[in-house]
């Protein structure tokens, strides 16, 4: 029961880093200074990432689940990954469309130049596609993903 507590504190911790980071977004229009502090989210983030891989192993050690169905759930979450990766690719463009919108209001132009420099790496102006309810459930299901591939390798190596 502990595991499981702590396994849903660690969830709710990495929930609460997304908002921040999603919070950390500037409004479109506004000039954005320089640097963008979300980035130091990444190192927590990678920190509980591996900290989730290891309490999905303390909270399904004691259940066998066959091969073929870690096989299954792998399959699914890969699905859910490429779907997620999609719906935010999807997301990524309309966004950048609303910003060219936004300026094309501003200035009666649209600078795409301007546009695709602000979408475009780790810019300040983009936090909230890097951080969000999509992102963290890929988040959440990349890790759920290591730990089946690894309960695979292991299950196949003991046959």
């Known amino acids: 029961m502990r595991t499981i507590i702590h396994l849903l504190i660690t969830l709710s911790i990495v929930f ?3 908002i921040f980071g999603n919070s950390m977004t500037t409004r479109p229009g506004t000039i954005s200074g320089n640097g963008n502090p979300a980035i130091l989210l990444f190192v927590p983030l990678v920190v509980l990432f ?3 891989i290891s ?5 399904f050690r ?12 792998s399959v699914l979450l890969v699905g859910h990954q ?3 990766v999609y719906v935010q690719i999807i997301s990524f463009r309309n966004y950048r469309d609303f910003l060219a919108e936004i300026y094309a209001q501003q200035y009666g132009t649209v600078d795409w130049e301007y546009i695709h420099s602000i979408t475009s ?3 300040i102006h983009i936090n909230n596609q ?4 999509n992102t963290y459930f890929l988040f959440i299901g990349l890790s759920l993903l290591v730990w089946l591939l690894s309960r695979i390798v292991h299950t196949a190596g003991r046959r």
């Open 16 to 18: 609460l880093i997304f």
């Open 50 to 52: 591996i900290v989730l």
């Open 55 to 59: 309490q999905w192993f303390k909270v």
């Open 62 to 73: 004691h259940t066998h689940i066959t091969l073929k169905n870690l096989m299954i759930m």
């Open 82 to 84: 490429v779907i997620g």
């Open 121 to 123: 790496g780790l810019s």
């Open 130 to 133: 890097y951080f969000n309810v």
